[in-house]
């Protein structure tokens, strides 16, 4: 086996060295050109988010996308994956590797809710 190519001494770690590396159970981002390493979301946090997510995208306006599982990237050196994202529909045309973070509305920028959050949780 194999190992997968890494970025040489001092140099550092981009959206496009994610793409060699294993599908092992690891989730796997980076902040500044490092590396983070983390298992997977627990069960109890994965049905969480999930709930999040589906409670979010029946209250979404047209034109937006409530998601998980896609990554977001400032940089070609920083990417991370949020557990829940929302982003305009016309990001996701684009493709690529990752959201760009001008695509993802921020949790102090939310849209408006039909629901009353104590309905949420």
Do not use: K
């Amino acid at each position: 086996m194999t190992s997968p190519a890494r970025p040489g001494s001092g140099d550092v770690w981009t959206v496009d060295d994610l793409q060699d590396l294993p599908e092992d159970g690891q989730d796997y981002e980076i902040f500044d050109g490092s590396l983070l390493v983390s298992p997977h979301a627990d069960v109890r946090r994965g049905a969480i988010a999930n709930r999040l997510r589906r409670l979010l995208d029946r209250q979404a306006p047209p034109g937006l996308l409530v998601g998980q599982d896609v990554g977001v990237s400032a940089n070609r050196s920083s990417y991370f994956v949020p557990d829940v994202f929302v982003a305009g529909e016309e990001a996701l045309e684009r493709g690529g590797p990752a959201l760009a973070q001008a695509d993802v509305y921020r949790a102090d920028q939310p849209f408006p809710l039909v629901l009353p959050v104590g309905e949420i949780f």
